[in-house]
């Protein structure tokens, strides 16, 4: 696609209930990377997909937090037993990788609210 | 860890006059890049400056990367409403991909 799709756009769920957000990166790029931001705070990183290698989770807050990229292409990212502090915008970018001088493209993010 | 510290957090100006955000990295970076977040949107890529001492322009933004390639700054002359939103430097981690970010500056313009 032209951009990186992120669906869906804004989720409301309840504390303890499992959410899958969904990240579409742009075709032919590598890598792909979710990162968490939360209300006027910079951006966390949370875990890096690049080609065929393992990912790097380093960044995951907790065993709550998994994702798997499919293919190469689409990632999902699970939150289990959601609690109030998970509430954030996620944000999946991807890029052919920095030495290209292209940067990562974001998608416009799920805004993820746990009440 | 490597850390990435920006200043100064916020920034308000008057339309027309200049801003600059400075940029900090604990290691030496192989590059660094700048990203413009809009309100209520998200990052979206400026550029990347890869050799020491480098400086590139874009219309009325100047980027530098210093010559030690741990510092950079971002000047943009006569500022004008358009320029509202959060702007961040972001390098990578080690040998990989993965950026690391600054808190970002959060830039204000009153017209």
């Known amino acids: 696609g032209a951009g990186v799709s992120q669906s869906p756009s804004n989720k409301v769920t309840e504390k303890g209930k499992d959410v899958e957000l969904r990240c579409d990166p742009i075709?032919?790029?590598?890598?792909l990377y979710w990162y968490r931001q939360s209300l006027g705070q910079g951006l966390e990183f949370l875990i890096y997909f690049q080609g065929n290698s393992a990912p790097d989770k380093s960044g995951l807050p907790s065993d709550r937090f998994s994702a798997e990229r499919t293919g190469g292409s689409v990632s999902t990212l699970t939150i289990q037993r959601t609690q109030q502090e998970d509430s954030a915008v996620y944000l999946c970018a991807s890029s052919f990788g920095t030495g290209y001088g292209y940067g990562y493209t974001f998608g416009s993010g799920t805004r993820l609210t746990v009440v | 860890g490597q850390q990435v510290m920006q200043i100064p957090q916020y920034q308000h100006v008057q339309e027309g006059e200049d801003f600059t955000t400075y940029c900090n990295s604990s290691?030496?970076?192989?590059?660094i890049q700048w990203y413009k977040q809009r309100p209520g949107g998200h990052p979206v890529f400026l550029i990347q400056?890869?050799?020491?001492?480098e400086v590139k322009k874009q219309k009325r933004l100047t980027f530098q990367f210093g010559e030690a390639k741990k510092n950079s700054s971002l000047h943009i002359t006569a500022t004008q409403t358009t320029d509202v939103g959060t702007y961040f430097c972001?390098?990578?981690?080690?040998?990989?991909?993965?950026?690391?970010f600054g808190k970002g500056t959060k830039l204000t313009v009153n017209p």
């Open positions: 290691t030496t970076l192989s590059n």
């Open positions: 075709s032919g790029h590598t890598a």
């Open positions: 400056l890869v050799k020491s001492g």
């Open positions: 972001a390098g990578p981690q080690g040998g990989s991909e993965k950026l690391v």
